[in-house]
């Protein structure tokens, strides 16, 4: 529930909010595929809705976290 709360929230455009809950509720430590990659989706939501400038680095970090979860779970 957790989970679905906080993808909520981001799917809403809430990012900020969504973050902020993501490591209030715990989804953070959730070692669960869908949570883990929830958190990229966080990063990427914020590159996009942050300076241009801080575009590139922002979508590097997202990214990051996409190929954790994938090198860890092959998913």
């Known amino acids: 529930i957790r989970y679905r709360?906080?993808?909520a929230l981001a799917r809403a455009g809430a990012t900020e909010t969504a973050a902020r809950e993501y490591e209030e509720l715990g989804v953070r430590w959730q070692t669960d595929t869908d949570s883990r990659s929830l958190w990229g989706r966080i990063l990427k939501d914020r590159a996009f809705v942050g300076p241009a400038g801080e575009r590139k680095g922002s979508l590097a970090a997202a990214a990051a976290v996409y190929?954790?979860?994938?090198?860890?779970?092959?998913?």
Request: no cysteine; proline share 0%; aromatic share 0%.
């Open 5 to 7: 709360m906080v993808l």
């Open 67 to 75: 190929r954790g979860v994938h090198d860890d779970t092959g998913e």
